[in-house]
Each structure stands twice: as C-alpha cells, then as structure tokens.
T-cell receptor
Framework: SQQGEEDPQALSIQEGENATMNCSYK?????LQWYRQNSGRGLVHLIL?????REKHSGRLRVTLDTSKKSSSLLITASRAADTASYFCATDLYGSARQLTFGSGTQLTVLP | ETGVTQSPTHLIKTRGQQVTLRCSSQSGHNTVSWYQQALGQGPQFIFQYYREEENGRGNFPPRFSGLQFPNYSSELNVNALELDDSALYLCASSSEGTGVWNEQYFGPGTRLTVT
C-alpha cells in the first residue's frame, strides 16, 4: 500500500524556474525522505527530514514538513535540465523495522 | 554513486523458473532492504535483513526469500516466477542499531523480465 502520495503526478517547467512537489501521508512517521530516480535507474537520496524538524535545506533543495497536516513539500530552485527525473517521498513509519513506504512519484521535466 | 552494487543488471527468465539477485552493501552498513518497483510505480518494500536475520517483511508471498551473509551482502530469491514479478528490484543498505535513524542508500537495481 502507498503511504505517501505525491502531487502533481507530472510537472513540466522551463529551465531556471522553481519546481514544487508535494507529498501527503497517512500515519505518524519517524522521518520523511526524498529521493530522485533517473529513467528506471537506482534511487538517489536527496534529503531526510526528521519528524521534529520543520524545514531543511540542501543546496538548491528546500524541504518542509508539516506533521499536523501530514504533508511535506520539496522545492527545487533555479531548475536545470539535469533535474529531469522522477521524485519520490518515502516515509519511515513510527515503530516499524525501518521500512520505507514510497508514493508513486512526481515526474519532473525541465525544458531547456 | 552510493557504493551499493547489484548483479546482474538485467535478467530474462521464464514463468515458473527461479531467480537469485545479489546485492553488496556499502562499506560500514549492516542492514540490507529489498524493494520491488513495477513500471510507473514507487518501490514496494519486500523485506529487510539486519545482522543476517530477517527484520521485517512487506506484503509479499513466501516464494520471495532472502539471505544476508556475514559480510552483510545479501541475496533475494524468487521461486515459481510469475509474469507480475517483472520489475526493477532495488536493494538499499543502511547502518542500523545505533539508535540514530539513517538514510538508506540504493543500488542501481536489477531489471527482471519474466516471459
């Protein structure tokens, strides 16, 4: 079953614009992670935000977490064509054996 | 590159056959998790191995089984292959048991096609 659901399913923007992707989940979590996947290859870890954190930055990435709304957002600023990929949020459920539960992803296309 | 390797890269098997996929974890990591990713979907958790013991299992039938070796590398075995087993199989390694939640680092995956 899908714990996290990303929105939108697909997003197409011009190079230089910002891209925002959202993730909603259903139950209490330990932390939430964002991953990138290029064209059916392995997942690249982008950022982890813990349940007691509200915002985190890494380079051009900004992640927010609102545990009261059970939602997170990933902002990519000044996007580049190389950012074209699928982006997944993954939740680490409270009390679980470190099982990551993924949403179905947002397909981001950055047009040059 | 994460340091997690998987073999083989691609595999084609026939329905009813058995398959073994392999994963070498990143240096210093003691835990391996396996995920199945169908086309257009997010990865689904199969199971996790911590210090050679199964430490959690997702909603997969018993014909999906695994092993972890003393060097923390791991195998995923699937018996009686079905067409729906066609997917990208991903393994992820992490360092658990320290009381700190750490990231899971994924390998490049094995693309399995069942015909």
């Amino acid at each position: 079953s899908q714990q996290g659901e990303e929105d939108p399913q697909a997003l197409s923007i011009q190079e230089g614009e910002n891209a925002t992707m959202n993730c909603s989940y259903k139950t209490s979590i330990n932390n939430l992670q964002w991953y990138r996947q290029n064209s059916g290859r392995g997942l690249v870890h982008l950022i982890l935000i813990r349940s007691n954190e509200r915002e985190k930055h890494s380079g051009r990435l900004r992640v927010t977490l609102d545990t009261s709304k059970k939602s997170s957002s990933l902002l990519i600023t000044a996007s580049r064509a190389a950012d074209t990929a699928s982006y997944f949020c993954a939740t680490d459920l409270y009390g679980s054996a470190r099982q990551l539960t993924f949403g179905s992803g947002t397909q981001l296309t950055v047009l040059p | 590159e994460t340091g997690v390797t998987q073999s083989p890269t691609h595999l084609i098997k026939t329905r009813g056959q058995q398959v073994t996929l392999r994963c070498s974890s990143q240096s210093g990591h003691n835990t391996v998790s396996w995920y199945q990713q169908a086309l257009g979907q997010g990865p689904q958790f199969i199971f996790q191995y911590y210090r050679e013991e199964e430490n959690g299992r997702g909603n997969f039938p018993p014909r999906f089984s695994g092993l972890q070796f003393p060097n923390y590398s791991s195998e995923l075995n699937v018996n009686a292959l079905e067409l729906d087993d066609s997917a990208l199989y991903l393994c992820a390694s992490s360092s658990e048991g320290t009381g700190v939640w750490n990231e899971q680092y994924f390998g490049p995956g094995t693309r399995l096609t069942v015909t």
